[in-house]
């Protein structure tokens, strides 16, 4: 197995062609990684080699795997694992994803997700698919993005929020697959205003990225909720396991996700993580929900809801907020539609939702809630 220490470019783009022609796997790391946070991954994962821009080194101790590629996740938090994705899962994902969206041979992506990230990698998988080089922006921005060309992008929900404020031409993708985390409505709306069709995806790096669209699941994918309300799914997408793990989430041939969803009319509505409950005072508040809710106040433009520890009740909830509001109207406009214990405690407001590298807020950041992310309008109880 590979581990490739490259930016975006034709060398990455050929290890993963040979991957999924069963060549030697590929382990597709950020060029960026802090040296700790690289030494950690090499440890955790054991790769046979190291390829920089400089060359292949042989590394010490490797194990082969069997899969195509491997996508390491949870690095952030603690000891990274690695999801191992065989080359049929990767190829049966884009070429649903392509027959779902009706993109025709020939026509061009633009990859400007991390290609260490599933979002990134399917871009790339796609790409080969469809017989054409990618348009690879190893920064994002809305105006250069816009200008690509391409006419198929995947974007997480603050990339296409700072295209709409750059007022770039939206219309010009054909599709703009938009997935990575939850897509507040007011966002959809603004979008589709302005010429864009976007396609909501639900999926993670388990399943080879989103699996669901539109609250549909793709072809030979299927998806159900189970007694204890997590969603469920199999199909020809999934990974065979974590690298060097006995872990197995699977449950009579379902991969058993850590996410809660209900399917109302064959439609997949996810309601948030199982592990997105905040216990405030006894009682339970769902943070994605809550965030829904304050999404739809005038004066939010972005917002994410975390729990943080606190002595007299247990957990507050804290909203983080990109906007123009104060803690007294968010409150108020939050028990207005939500029982009073779920509306946030805390209010922080600040120029930008904090992000991890994949576009994904940044929760142990948010739940950290050090004094650099206030801004005026912030307040606690």
Same mark, same amino acid.
């Given at each position: 197995?590979?581990?490739?220490?490259?930016?975006?470019?034709?060398?990455?783009?050929?290890?993963?062609?040979?991957?999924?022609?069963?060549?030697?796997?590929?382990?597709?790391?950020?060029?960026?990684?802090?040296?700790?946070?690289?030494?950690?991954?090499?440890?955790?994962?054991?790769?046979?080699?190291?390829?920089?821009?400089?060359?292949?080194?042989? /590394?010490?101790?490797?194990?082969?795997?069997?899969?195509?590629?491997?996508?390491?996740?949870?690095?952030?938090?603690?000891?990274?694992?690695?999801?191992?994705?065989?080359?049929?899962?990767?190829?049966?994902?884009?070429?649903?994803?392509?027959?779902?969206?009706?993109?025709?041979?020939?026509?061009?992506?633009?990859?400007?997700? &991390?290609?260490?990230?599933?979002?990134?990698?399917?871009?790339?998988?796609?790409? /080969?698919?469809?017989?054409?080089? &990618?348009?690879?922006?190893?920064?994002?921005?809305?105006?250069?993005?816009? +200008?690509?060309?391409?006419?198929?992008?995947?974007?997480?929900?603050?990339?296409?929020?700072?295209?709409?404020? +750059?007022?770039?031409?939206?219309?010009?993708?054909?599709?703009?697959?938009?997935?990575?985390?939850? +897509?507040?409505?007011?966002?959809?709306?603004?979008?589709?205003?302005?010429?864009?069709?976007?396609?909501?995806?639900?999926?993670?790096?388990?399943?080879?990225?989103?699996?669901?669209?539109?609250?549909? &699941?793709?072809?030979?994918?299927?998806?159900?909720?189970?007694?204890?309300?997590?969603?469920?799914?199999?199909?020809?997408?999934?990974?065979?396991?974590?690298? /060097?793990?006995?872990?197995?989430?699977?449950?009579?041939?379902?991969?058993?996700?850590?996410?809660?969803?209900?399917?109302?009319?064959?439609?997949?509505?996810?309601?948030?993580?199982?592990?997105?409950?905040?216990?405030?005072?006894?009682?339970?508040?769902?943070?994605?929900?809550?965030?829904?809710?304050?999404?739809?106040? &005038?004066?939010?433009?972005?917002?994410?809801?975390?729990?943080?520890?606190?002595?007299?009740?247990?957990?507050?909830?804290?909203?983080?907020?990109?906007?123009?509001?104060?803690?007294?109207?968010?409150?108020?406009?939050?028990?207005?539609?939500?029982?009073?214990?779920?509306?946030?405690?805390?209010?922080?407001?600040?120029?930008?939702?904090?992000?991890?590298?994949?576009?994904?807020?940044?929760?142990?950041?948010?739940?950290?809630?050090?004094? +650099?992310?206030?801004?005026?309008?912030?307040?606690?109880?």
């Amino acid at each position: 197995m590979h581990a490739l220490l490259l930016p975006p470019g034709p060398a990455l783009l050929e290890a993963v062609r040979r991957a999924l022609d069963g060549g030697p796997a590929v382990l597709p790391l950020s060029p960026d990684l802090p040296r700790p946070a690289l030494d950690a991954a090499l440890a955790a994962l054991r790769p046979t080699h190291l390829v920089t821009p400089d060359g292949v080194r042989r /590394l010490p101790g490797g194990v082969p795997s069997d899969a195509a590629v491997i996508i390491a996740t949870s690095g952030s938090t603690g000891t990274p694992k690695g999801v191992e994705l065989p080359a049929g899962a990767l190829t049966a994902s884009a070429r649903a994803s392509l027959r779902r969206i009706g993109a025709r041979p020939g026509e061009r992506w633009l990859c400007c997700l &991390p290609t260490s990230h599933i979002s990134g990698m399917q871009v790339l998988v796609r790409s /080969l698919l469809s017989g054409t080089d &990618p348009v690879i922006h190893p920064r994002f921005s809305p105006e250069e993005a816009a +200008a690509s060309g391409a006419e198929h992008v995947s974007l997480v929900p603050t990339q296409l929020r700072r295209m709409i404020d +750059a007022g770039v031409d939206l219309g010009r993708f054909r599709t703009i697959l938009l997935g990575g985390a939850a +897509a507040l409505p007011g966002l959809l709306d603004e979008a589709r205003r302005a010429g864009a069709r976007v396609v909501v995806t639900y999926g993670m790096s388990e399943t080879a990225g989103g699996c669901v669209y539109d609250g549909l &699941p793709l072809d030979g994918v299927e998806v159900k909720a189970g007694g204890d309300g997590r969603i469920r799914i199999r199909g020809p997408v999934l990974f065979t396991g974590y690298r /060097l793990r006995e872990e197995r989430p699977f449950e009579d041939g379902w991969f058993v996700t850590s996410d809660l969803g209900v399917i109302e009319d064959g439609r997949l509505t996810v309601l948030g993580r199982a592990d997105d409950v905040i216990i405030t005072g006894g009682e339970k508040v769902v943070a994605s929900a809550v965030a829904r809710v304050l999404a739809e106040h &005038p004066g939010v433009r972005d917002v994410a809801v975390v729990g943080r520890p606190d002595p007299e009740w247990g957990e507050v909830v804290v909203a983080v907020v990109a906007g123009e509001v104060t803690r007294d109207g968010l409150r108020a406009f939050a028990k207005e539609r939500l029982p009073a214990y779920a509306a946030p405690k805390v209010v922080e407001v600040v120029p930008e939702i904090p992000l991890l590298p994949n576009g994904k807020p940044d929760l142990v950041a948010l739940r950290n809630g050090s004094g +650099a992310f206030q801004g005026n309008g912030g307040g606690s109880a």
